[in-house]
């Protein structure tokens, strides 16, 4: 699993490849520290090369989006793949994010 974080016309992008999974959530929360720093802006969590998520990559990206709602901001999932909405959308977490193509 890898994530970079990018700045973009006044929105934070973090892209996640490959699984997030629970082997991979520790890194994962240090990868998106940068994301919990920052108070001013969108963010997006470009899942394009998101293959798989478990429980704790859901609990992951509530996370984001309770601290992206908390500081007035929108949180979007973007590039999902079916597989990956079918399970956010089971957890009941696709409804609070904003989607994107």
């Not at 979007?76 to 904003?98: M, P, R, W, Y």
Request: glycine residues 6%; hydrophobic residues 40%.
């Amino acid at each position: 699993m890898d994530i970079t974080i990018n700045e973009q016309e006044g929105r934070l992008t973090a892209a996640i490849i490959g699984d997030l999974d629970n082997a991979a959530s520790s890194q994962a929360e240090r990868s998106l520290r940068p994301l919990f720093q920052r108070t001013d802006c969108d963010v997006v969590i470009d899942c394009t090369e998101l293959n798989y998520i478990s429980s704790s990559g859901l609990r992951i990206l509530l996370n984001v989006y309770k601290h992206t709602r908390t500081n007035g901001h929108t949180a979007t999932l973007k590039g999902i793949t079916d597989e990956v909405a079918e399970v956010i959308d089971l957890s009941g977490l696709l409804q609070l994010f904003n989607v994107e193509k």
